[in-house]
Nanobody
């Protein structure tokens, strides 16, 4: 079973930047679409971004488009989320996830906290 471990969260002022990383175990990382999700207190988990297996195609939620950039390094089994121009409403626990062949996100990391102060 794949293991996903996020890192890079923290406390940052509004307007600042953070880069999240998600390291995956196993030898099939490069065959999967990977995604980032977030969950703010009292809210449902929401989609943030995804990237194709090769890295050639990406998708973003409208709330982060133009501010966040997803990327991956298949040689390092790692997916990244560069977050710029952070806003207090970006405060949440951020999770990375693997999407399986039928389009379901079936493996999740433990999450990393991002807190943006105003």
């Amino acid at each position: 079973q794949v293991q996903l471990v996020e890192s890079g969260g923290g406390l940052v002022q509004a307007g600042g930047s953070l880069r999240l990383s998600c390291a995956a175990s196993g030898r099939t990382f490069s065959t999967y679409v990977m995604g980032w999700f977030r969950q703010a207190p009292g809210k449902e988990r929401e989609f943030v971004s995804s990237i194709s297996s090769s890295g050639g195609s990406t998708a973003y939620a409208s709330s982060v488009k133009g501010r966040f950039t997803i990327s991956r390094d298949n040689a390092k089994n790692t997916v990244y989320l560069q977050m710029n121009s952070l806003k207090p409403e970006d405060t949440a626990v951020y999770y990375c996830a693997r999407r399986n062949q039928i389009g379901q996100y079936d493996a999740w990391g433990q999450g990393t906290q991002v807190t943006v102060s105003s």
